[in-house]
């Protein structure tokens, strides 16, 4: 199986922005940690990064067909990007929203998602093991 691992605004700076929210470890660190972890299960991970909305909709939409699911971590977006939403409502190919910090004990306004209703699910507050077991809910 093939996947894509797509995260958004500000997440190219995971490791160096709140690390008390987000840890110290880089993002290209993890991104190996879950490019590794598929592998040993005989599966691909591709990553892509963008801080741009209307480019976020674009690749969810070139994905579909071309993955067999799609991990997303929207940052910002996620709480009010109806765009983001919409890309994800109008393809075949599986989300699952991820969420580094737990959202749920955050500031008021991060407790609330756009996009889980047009996902197959949410795992959120387990820092980089999110992207982890996103994956591994796809191997099920």
């Not at 995971?14 to 929210?21: A, C, D, L, S």
């Not at 977006?77 to 939403?85: D, E, G, P, V």
Request: include cysteine.
């Amino acid at each position: 199986m093939k996947f894509l691992v797509l995260n958004g605004v500000n997440l190219n700076l995971t490791g160096k922005r709140e690390r008390g929210v987000y840890g110290n470890e880089s993002w290209e660190n993890i991104e190996g940690e879950i490019a590794a972890f598929a592998r040993e299960r005989g599966h691909e991970a591709d990553f892509r990064q963008s801080n741009l909305e209307g480019e976020i909709c674009t690749i969810l939409q070139e994905a579909d067909g071309k993955y067999d699911g799609v991990i997303l971590n929207a940052g910002a977006y996620t709480h009010y990007s109806i765009a983001i939403r919409d890309a994800i409502a109008a393809i075949a190919t599986p989300v699952v929203e991820v969420h580094m910090s737990n959202v749920q004990a955050r500031e008021e306004f991060r407790k609330h998602s756009v996009l889980t209703g047009v996902c197959r699910g949410e795992i959120l507050g387990f820092g980089k093991n999110s992207y982890i077991l996103a994956l591994e809910s796809f191997l099920l």
